[in-house]
């Protein structure tokens, strides 16, 4: 038996060896109890430290072993359970070289070293050395320049200086921005290659001692991660918009949009550090310096010239997603569709196995529960996905191969991924914002014997004393008391193809805030003993996650109607539309502002004549933007929103079967109604128009985004068009909610 026969044999013999529960509750507070007495640590413990144990990148032994021990789990616990196959373009690397020719000739990159402490770091046989995919395979040397985040604002900030990256090599540090940008931009700006590095500022010592004495990046770790064009669109590069079957048309990889065309790698800290500390040039700017032991200097003199290569093989590569079912024994198209991948850059122990152990922990107890003679209302679909890491791929060709079936039936998708230790997040369609708090009000926080709500709401409002950063939203609501704010879903995991593709609600939890994770992100060091030793001991928070998301599922599941709250939508839009207004005011002052003190030459006196920077160039004024259609339709959103809700408060519960079925087919695919099949200008994958990834921010959300970024990039008749738009799906929202009104009343 081979290594990866015995995994799949160990890990399901884990589930066999459990004894069936006796006949337990139908339903309510019962049910969950029963659920939750089969939750274990110890489970999850146990399949952490299994499929953590070799490297899980696209394409390896392990990560198919892992989904096939997942299959053989689902199986056993009585879901009907396969595997779903998609071939995709994933380019691994063959051979990478980074190199100081100049002024000293220095070697660097290459595999991080081992760890004495950790013993899974030492388990690299099929380990692929630091790499980023989708950049564009080349072999250049120039000279290097430090370019900060490598943002828009970081050129602009160059070219103030007069320096161009034209024909360099560039230098940038993670963080501003989706790590694909950086790459991205410097190849629009003329750069013929592209390094990136973790500032210990950002995860490094300056956050706390570094692994394996505390859980920070150490000067070795190297955050691996794709540079694919995800705000363009997710997924596989040469099937936009349609699954990646056997027989899908492709496109080549010289004519995919989402593919980078200079080369990139990513280096450590340490590394960074002797290029960094050779650069002349002039001083960075002060928002340019990070936490190394030096004065950071721009570059782009001729003092440091780079070698920089990469080659990879292009081709096909299978991903296995890992797809289980409860067939609903009253509502069977109905579905709750709720997942988490499997792959990882390497082993992958909080990002994504943390989420994955604990999302299997939800299975066993949901097919404890049918053993009792249970069965679900609604039907319960639960993915283990592959192919996220490189660009959200697995869920992104299970989407869209299953598009049409999936518009008729899923009414919800639930993520999760990485978690650790701390506070609840929660981020998501904000109809269902009002469930997630009545769960949350429900789990114990393990740390505090609190509700994982009550801590939350509380920590926020100390914290926020005490000088903390929470953001706005989530403060006002803290101090209001009562329900979560939940944030907006930008993009960086697979809910992204069932929100903003096919306009699916969606849902993304996660428990975090005390961990370290983020310190050995995408390293070798993301490892079993990091994870159970700095992220989450003893699994405990990894059981509180299991608890929270299957209430989620068990409630969608169990209610006679869906239990969605549209005020809380409602004025969440109508927060979003006070912020894109006060936007366009903002930006209108700046900019009158910006001209006088051009005009006035008032830059030039700033300036210091030994350190001399121009005045930033001068700009298209913004407008005023026709805002009155999207008021209305917010306006009526609102109206209508708050009726329908307490028209349901008053008489839902008393609602006939024959009414009921025609309310809950009005309501079912209502969020679908947010959709512009147009999409957004210049990616028209993405066709949600209250929530999208930003153009310049990738993870981070973008509300209203077809108006907010064209007011930020001052493309202004974009901002009237998409105004009309978004003001038309809105309204189109609220005429449903009307008739569902009008159902019941």
């Known amino acids: 038996m081979d290594r990866h026969a015995m995994l799949l044999a160990a890990i399901s013999g884990l589930a066999l060896a459990t004894a069936a529960p006796a006949a337990g509750p139908k339903s309510g507070r019962a049910l969950e109890a029963a659920f939750d007495a089969q939750i274990s640590a110890s489970d999850q413990i146990e399949w952490l430290k299994r499929m953590a144990a070799e490297p899980n990148q696209v394409g390896s032994p392990h990560n198919k072993a892992n989904a096939e021990a997942t299959l053989a789990l689902f199986k056993s616990w009585g879901w009907d359970a396969?595997?779903?196959?998609?071939?995709?373009?994933?380019?691994?690397?063959?051979?990478?070289?980074?190199?100081?020719?100049?002024?000293?000739?220095?070697?660097?990159?290459?595999q991080e070293p081992t760890l004495a402490e950790d013993d899974t770091s030492g388990n690299l046989a099929n380990a692929l050395p630091p790499y980023v995919a989708y950049q564009g395979d080349g072999d250049v040397t120039a000279d290097l320049v430090y370019v900060n985040y490598g943002l828009p604002e970081d050129y602009e900030a160059l070219e103030r200086r007069g320096i161009s990256v034209k024909g360099k090599i560039v230098i940038t540090r993670y963080g501003g921005g989706w790590r694909g940008l950086k790459p991205k931009l410097a190849q629009e700006h003329g750069a013929i290659g592209c390094l990136i590095y973790s500032d210990p500022a950002q995860d490094?010592?300056?956050?706390?001692?570094?692994?394996?004495?505390?859980?920070?990046?150490?000067?070795?770790?190297?955050?691996?991660?794709?540079?694919?064009?995800l705000v363009v669109a997710p997924g596989d590069p040469l099937t936009p918009g349609i699954g990646a079957t056997e027989g899908a048309k492709r496109l080549t990889r010289e004519t995919a949009p989402t593919i980078l065309k200079i080369p990139a790698l990513p280096i450590s800290y340490g590394d960074a550090t002797k290029l960094l500390s050779q650069l002349g040039g002039r001083k960075a700017p002060a928002n340019f310096r990070g936490g190394l032991p030096l004065t950071y200097h721009l570059g782009g003199d001729g003092g440091v010239k780079v070698h920089l290569a990469v080659k990879s093989d292009w081709t096909l590569k299978p991903l296995y997603d890992v797809i289980a079912t409860l067939k609903g024994a009253k509502y069977p198209d109905q579905w709750i569709v709720r997942g988490n991948h499997h792959d990882a850059w390497v082993f992958g122990a909080q990002d994504p196995l943390s989420g994955n152990v604990a999302m299997l922990s939800e299975a066993k107890?949901?097919?404890?529960?049918?053993?009792?003679?249970?069965?679900?209302?609604?039907?319960?679909?639960?993915?283990?996905?592959?192919?996220?890491?490189?660009?959200l791929i697995g869920s992104t060709e299970w989407a869209e191969t299953h598009a049409v079936e999936l518009k008729a039936k899923a009414l919800i998708y639930i993520n999760t991924d990485g978690s650790g230790r701390g506070f609840l997040g929660a981020l998501g369609s904000h109809d269902y914002q009002h469930l997630v708090s009545s769960v949350a009000a429900d789990v114990t926080d393990p740390q505090t014997g609190r509700s994982v709500l009550e801590r939350l709401q509380k920590g926020i409002r100390a914290d926020a004393f005490v000088g903390g950063n929470f953001p706005a939203d989530l403060l006002a609501g803290a101090e209001a008391g009562g329900d979560l704010v939940m944030g907006p879903l930008g993009s960086g995991s697979d809910y992204s193809a069932f929100l903003q593709h096919l306009g699916l609600p969606a849902l993304n939890i996660s428990f975090g805030g005390e961990d370290q994770g983020d310190g050995v992100y995408h390293s070798i060091y993301d490892s079993y003993h990091h994870f159970t030793t700095f992220d989450d001991p003893g699994l405990?928070?990894?059981?509180?996650?299991?608890?929270?998301?299957?209430?989620?599922?068990?409630?969608?599941?169990?209610?006679?109607?869906?239990p969605q709250r549209f005020g809380d939508f409602a004025n969440a839009v109508s927060g979003y539309l006070a912020e894109v207004k006060k936007l366009a005011t903002d930006r209108r002052v700046?900019?009158?502002?910006?001209?006088?003190?051009?005009?006035?030459?008032?830059?030039g006196l700033a300036s210091d004549p030994l350190d001399p920077i121009a005045a930033p160039p001068p700009v298209v004024p913004t407008p005023y933007i026709e805002l009155a259609v999207l008021e209305n339709a917010v306006a009526r959103l609102k109206a209508s929103a708050m009726a329908y809700d307490a028209a349901y408060a008053a008489k839902g519960a008393g609602l006939v079967p024959a009414t009921r079925q025609k309310l809950n087919a009005l309501l079912a695919d209502i969020d679908q109604l947010l959709v512009d099949d147009?999409?957004?200008?210049?990616?028209?994958?993405?066709?949600?128009?209250?929530?999208?990834?930003?153009?310049?921010?990738?993870?981070?959300?973008?509300?209203?985004?077809?108006?907010?970024?064209?007011?930020?990039?001052r493309r202004f008749d974009d901002a009237a068009t998409y105004a009309v738009r978004t003001a038309a799906v809105i309204n189109a929202y609220a005429t449903r909610l009307d008739s569902a009104r009008a159902l019941i009343e």
Do not use: C
């Open 82 to 110: 396969h595997i779903e196959t998609f071939q995709v373009l994933y380019p691994t690397p063959i051979a990478t070289t980074i190199e100081m020719i100049a002024p000293n000739a220095i070697k660097l990159g290459g």
């Open 540 to 562: 405990v928070y990894g059981t509180v996650l299991s608890k929270t998301v299957g209430r989620l599922v068990l409630r969608i599941a169990e209610a006679d109607t869906p």
């Open 678 to 713: 147009k999409g957004l200008p210049g990616r028209p994958w993405f066709r949600n128009l209250i929530y999208a990834p930003g153009r310049f921010t990738g993870y981070g959300a973008k509300t209203l985004p077809g108006v907010r970024e064209a007011i930020e990039e």
């Open 590 to 603: 700046a900019d009158e502002k910006r001209s006088k003190l051009i005009a006035d030459g008032a830059f």
């Open 365 to 391: 107890a949901l097919g404890a529960l049918l053993k009792t003679g249970w069965r679900p209302d609604r039907t319960i679909v639960y993915a283990s996905w592959d192919g996220e890491e490189p660009g």
């Open 204 to 229: 490094g010592y300056v956050a706390g001692d570094t692994y394996p004495k505390g859980g920070t990046r150490p000067p070795t770790g190297v955050q691996r991660g794709s540079v694919v064009d």
